[in-house]
């Protein structure tokens, strides 16, 4: 017998999900947009670590990544309506959602923000995610070489440009956007940034000796300049903070998506860790600034950790950013 109302704060105020649980018409499919999806999509994230593509999570789009997580979801827990189906469906329907919202509910934390072992934990979410780092700038670089070329002979191939910016728009439109590139690529931008993801990646091989974990206390003691406290009496800190050259200190926010934890331990996606990273990267090892790039001068946006995680974010992620 289906529930009367959804429980889990995520879902209790959602018009759609609490109709979903009742209603056929208001089960969620393939092609809807909207909070609610974004809803399921958080719960997949909890529940299940799914992987959910970034531009979905951004759009809050019910794609191929998130059809994939729900179908997964389904087919491990056996989630089917035997009145008419031999196998799982990727719809979130009324035994999906009420499923997911008890899942919610029963959820344990993987850990305690203030706990003693938060530490160790930061340092196995960063050895996990570091591969993907070395990935995201082995990316970067090579489609910043392949435009290098491509503008170096526009002259004698000009199809050889024209045919990079039809597959790559994103990475023209962040080079401009970011890079202070005018409309025509410009070799000493795109040279400019090359250069530097070399930098970026001649440093690769020393993240797990300079990147920390360190508990929120320990956090917030060492960095008091970087805790903000508003009115509510709430706290704000960012998820990391570099001390060169003692390293980068990666907080208990640095943690896997987890809805039911607070606010502030609420948790990132895997592409949201990754180049985190990389932003720490620049801050360290780089004496980069924090600053919106965006309407800058090559000068000025070469400086900010920003540049390259949103040039990353759009080159490898397909992700207008931010």
Do not use: W
């Not at 160790?120 to 392949?146: F, N, Y």
């Not at 290098?148 to 994103?170: I, M």
């Not at 440093?203 to 805790?227: E, S, T, W, Y």
């Amino acid at each position: 017998m289906v529930k009367a109302a959804l429980e889990h704060p995520l879902f209790k105020n959602n018009t759609r999900l609490q109709g979903c649980l009742h209603n056929d018409t208001d089960h969620v499919k393939f092609g809807d947009t909207g909070d609610y999806v974004f809803a399921i999509q958080m719960a997949l994230l909890t529940i299940d670590k799914a992987n959910i593509d970034p531009r979905e999570l951004k759009g809050q789009t019910f794609q191929q990544s998130t059809q994939d997580a729900v179908l997964s979801y389904k087919r491990t827990r056996k989630i089917i309506n035997a009145s008419y189906q031999a196998s799982a469906d990727a719809i979130v329907g009324r035994m999906t959602i009420e499923r997911l919202d008890d899942d919610l509910l029963g959820h344990k934390h993987s850990s305690n923000p203030f706990g003693p072992d938060e530490p160790a934990r930061i340092l196995g979410v960063l050895s996990r995610e570091r591969p993907a780092v070395t990935r995201i700038v082995a990316k970067s670089l090579e489609l910043l070489r392949q435009l290098l070329e491509a503008t170096r002979e526009r002259n004698e191939d000009p199809g050889k440009l024209l045919n990079f910016e039809a597959n790559n728009p994103l990475v023209l439109d962040a080079l401009r956007r970011f890079c202070g590139m005018s409309f025509t690529p410009d070799i000493v931008v795109i040279e400019t940034m090359a250069r530097q993801y070399e930098e970026f990646q001649k440093q690769l091989p020393n993240l797990p000796r300079d990147q920390k974990g360190i508990d929120f206390a320990g956090f917030v003691a060492r960095f008091p300049a970087n805790v903000t406290t508003a009115a509510d009496g709430s706290v704000s800190v960012p998820p990391a903070v570099s001390d060169p050259p003692a390293g980068m200190f990666f907080n208990p926010r640095y943690r896997d998506v987890d809805a039911t934890q607070t606010p502030l331990f609420i948790g990132m996606a895997p592409a949201t860790l990754q180049l985190m990273q990389l932003h720490e990267m620049g801050h360290f090892y780089f004496d980069f600034a924090d600053g919106d790039p965006r309407g800058k001068s090559l000068s000025i946006a070469k400086k900010f950790a920003q540049t390259y995680e949103f040039f990353s974010k759009q080159a490898v992620f397909r992700l207008i950013a931010p």
